[in-house]
């Protein structure tokens, strides 16, 4: 929507002042963005040219790459099977498929969490490049932004954190033609780098992408720029583009830019969330089970195993569609449970199967956009044992260009709809509707534009309340039906939505209908508490001091009928 629709005005003139603020700060860091892609290179990744007895080295989560080079011959290169054996300095085995990557040449990719002497042996079904052997020698990690993969908290089954300990709160963007943006530039990647710079600088860790998508099939805008528009693409995941397939050979331009790509979102700290498969998105599949399928299947499980930030998703939608069934995802998870040596975290973008099989996945992905949200957010991490992500809560956040409205297109909507799945234990996600899918506005914050840039400042101040106060540690309150309790505080409040610690502090998200609400808590033992008021919308703290504990503390938002989180810390 243009800055000159006076619906817009009318409708959010209450927060002039704050856009015209966020308007200045994206002026100003967007020269920093640009100078910050000349940071971003493959020289972090270790790439070797095998020879006899090879000893390199690499550090903690650095993608590494010995290449082989096998003869010429008659069969298909993507039948070979090859890989390698590496063993650990713990004794530990790991079998690591490698790959085809033209001109006769073999990739083994690795890459590990545990420093020390790692040795590696190959096998193939090709003489010449069996029983090659070599060492890596891993040294602890120097890299910024590198904290290994992303686990599930062994104190915590229904939270995340890194291979080095550290919490991760989760907060993914939408990004389903990333693999598109550069496609076409051997020299570099200025567009991916802009739109993921945007997207570290704002708090977002976890990036939703498919391996490729061709067209969407609802209408988008008419006049949206060349530059923005990646929908169907001369070029597809096999030989011969999308529309003729040749289903015997991919196409490794693709997958080589996709290397790229996942290396410079695991520079920047980003989790590479891949949908394997998306039906919706007009791309032209083998049949389910045949050769073609496996070899997509398998090679991409093959080659991308080794990022530290890879989590594995099935399919976008999956049982939505009539393209594939239940059997067909479980046959699917077990192959990846069988190539997978790195044991990256998998989920499927469908509730329908995750609710009926927790078991085969390691967190449920949920798309949910009912009015309810939270209710329905609070059940949702009650009933499963892992960590729950609303992968799409139907807000779509209104762009210059209209592409899927989904059910709510409000900016602060869309927030609030994030904050109400949070506050339920639950992780949540961003849409924009002119970066989700194939119209991807890649420098959104640039000063050039004439509309509004996406509102990626609310999120950031998400991520650092979340920083703040980790996520990890807090658990929501379930309240009662009832605001009257013989316990007297098992609501925490008379409204709004409460998460505690076990330590004495609290977060309430209060709705922006809220006039005031009563906090009814435990009696801590200094008597005392800290309350402090937060605006999801700028940012801002305001600190009300340390107060007299009572049964019934009013109290009233210094934002009074927007959004607020009330903190509430032991003394």
């Given at each position: 929507m243009q800055k000159n629709n006076p619906l817009r005005w009318i409708l959010f003139s209450f927060k002039e002042h704050q856009a015209q603020a966020y308007m200045i700060r994206a002026l100003t860091y967007t020269v920093g963005c640009w100078l910050l892609l000349t940071f971003y290179t493959q020289a972090q990744t270790v790439s070797k040219a095998f020879s006899k007895n090879l000893n390199s080295q690499a550090e903690q989560w650095q993608v590494h790459d010995i290449k082989f080079k096998g003869k010429s011959g008659s069969e298909n290169p993507f039948d070979v099977k090859f890989g390698a054996i590496y063993s650990g300095p713990d004794g530990q085995l790991m079998d690591v498929p490698g790959f085809f990557n033209g001109n006769n040449e073999w990739v083994s990719r690795f890459s590990a969490s545990q420093t020390g002497n790692w040795t590696f042996e190959t096998y193939s079904s090709r003489p010449e490049l069996a029983g090659l052997k070599g060492s890596i020698k891993i040294s602890p990690n120097t890299r910024p932004n590198q904290k290994g993969a992303v686990i599930i908290d062994p104190k915590n089954p229904k939270a995340f954190v890194y291979e080095d300990g550290s919490p991760h709160f989760l907060l993914a963007y939408e990004l389903d033609w990333l693999y598109a943006l550069?496609?076409?530039?051997?020299?570099?990647?200025?567009?991916?780098?802009?739109?993921?710079?945007?997207?570290?600088?704002?708090?977002?860790?976890?990036?939703?992408?498919?391996?490729?998508?061709?067209?969407?099939?609802?209408?988008?805008?008419?006049?949206?720029?060349?530059?923005?528009?990646?929908?169907?693409?001369?070029?597809?995941?096999?030989?011969?583009?999308?529309?003729?397939?040749?289903?015997?050979?991919?196409?490794?331009?693709?997958?080589?830019?996709?290397?790229?790509?996942?290396?410079?979102?695991?520079?920047?700290?980003?989790?590479?969330?891949?949908?394997?498969?998306?039906?919706?998105?007009?791309?032209?599949?083998?049949?389910?089970?045949?050769?073609?399928?496996?070899?997509?299947?398998?090679?991409?499980?093959?080659?991308?195993?080794?990022?530290?930030?890879?989590?594995?998703?099935?399919?976008?939608?999956?049982?939505?569609?009539?393209?594939?069934?239940?059997?067909?995802?479980?046959?699917?998870?077990?192959?990846?449970?069988?190539?997978?040596?790195?044991?990256?975290?998998?989920?499927?973008?469908?509730?329908?199967?995750?609710?009926?099989?927790?078991?085969?996945?390691?967190?449920?992905?949920?798309?949910?956009?009912?009015?309810?949200?939270?209710?329905?957010?609070?059940?949702?991490?009650?009933?499963?044992?892992?960590?729950?992500?609303?992968?799409?809560?139907?807000?779509?956040?209104?762009?210059?260009?209209?592409?899927?409205?989904?059910?709510?297109?409000?900016?602060?909507?869309?927030?609030?709809?994030?904050?109400?799945?949070?506050?339920?234990?639950?992780?949540?996600?961003?849409?924009?509707?002119?970066?989700?899918?194939?119209?991807?506005?890649?420098?959104?914050?640039?000063?050039?534009?004439?509309?509004?840039?996406?509102?990626?400042?609310?999120?950031?101040?998400?991520?650092?309340?979340?920083?703040?106060?980790?996520?990890?540690?807090?658990?929501?309150?379930?309240?009662?039906?009832?605001?009257?309790?013989?316990?007297?505080?098992?609501?925490?409040?008379?409204?709004?939505?409460?998460?505690?610690?076990?330590?004495?502090?609290?977060?309430?998200?209060?709705?922006?209908?809220?006039?005031r609400t009563n906090v009814i808590l435990p009696k801590p033992e200094s008597g005392r508490v800290k309350v402090t008021w937060m605006n999801p919308f700028t940012g801002e703290y305001q600190e009300k001091g340390i107060i007299d504990w009572s049964g019934w503390m009013e109290m009233i938002s210094p934002w009074q009928y927007e959004m607020s989180v009330l903190i509430i810390e032991k003394i």
């Open positions: 550069d496609y076409e530039n051997p020299e570099g990647m200025p567009r991916t780098g802009k739109i993921l710079n945007d997207v570290q600088n704002h708090g977002f860790n976890h990036v939703v992408m498919n391996a490729y998508a061709y067209d969407v099939g609802w209408g988008v805008a008419k006049d949206v720029p060349e530059e923005y528009f990646f929908g169907k693409p001369d070029y597809g995941i096999f030989e011969g583009g999308n529309e003729n397939p040749n289903f015997d050979r991919l196409n490794l331009k693709l997958f080589q830019h996709l290397d790229r790509v996942f290396l410079a979102m695991q520079e920047r700290g980003l989790d590479a969330h891949l949908m394997i498969y998306v039906w919706n998105k007009k791309v032209n599949w083998p049949e389910m089970y045949s050769k073609a399928d496996n070899m997509y299947f398998h090679y991409i499980i093959d080659r991308y195993q080794a990022f530290s930030n890879i989590i594995w998703d099935i399919s976008k939608e999956a049982l939505d569609y009539g393209r594939c069934d239940i059997p067909y995802l479980h046959e699917r998870i077990s192959r990846i449970r069988a190539r997978d040596a790195f044991k990256r975290l998998l989920t499927v973008h469908d509730y329908e199967y995750n609710s009926r099989h927790e078991d085969k996945v390691d967190f449920v992905s949920i798309q949910s956009w009912r009015p309810n949200l939270y209710s329905l957010m609070l059940q949702g991490r009650q009933f499963h044992t892992k960590p729950v992500v609303n992968i799409e809560h139907g807000g779509y956040e209104e762009g210059p260009y209209i592409s899927f409205l989904g059910n709510y297109t409000n900016a602060e909507t869309c927030l609030e709809r994030t904050y109400e799945c949070v506050f339920a234990g639950v992780y949540g996600s961003y849409y924009w509707q002119d970066a989700a899918w194939n119209i991807v506005v890649w420098d959104a914050m640039d000063e050039k534009h004439d509309f509004d840039p996406p509102r990626y400042d609310y999120y950031k101040h998400m991520a650092d309340l979340f920083e703040k106060f980790k996520f990890n540690d807090f658990k929501p309150s379930v309240p009662k039906l009832t605001t009257n309790d013989k316990g007297g505080n098992d609501n925490l409040a008379t409204n709004g939505f409460g998460m505690y610690d076990d330590k004495g502090n609290y977060l309430m998200l209060i709705p922006k209908e809220t006039e």
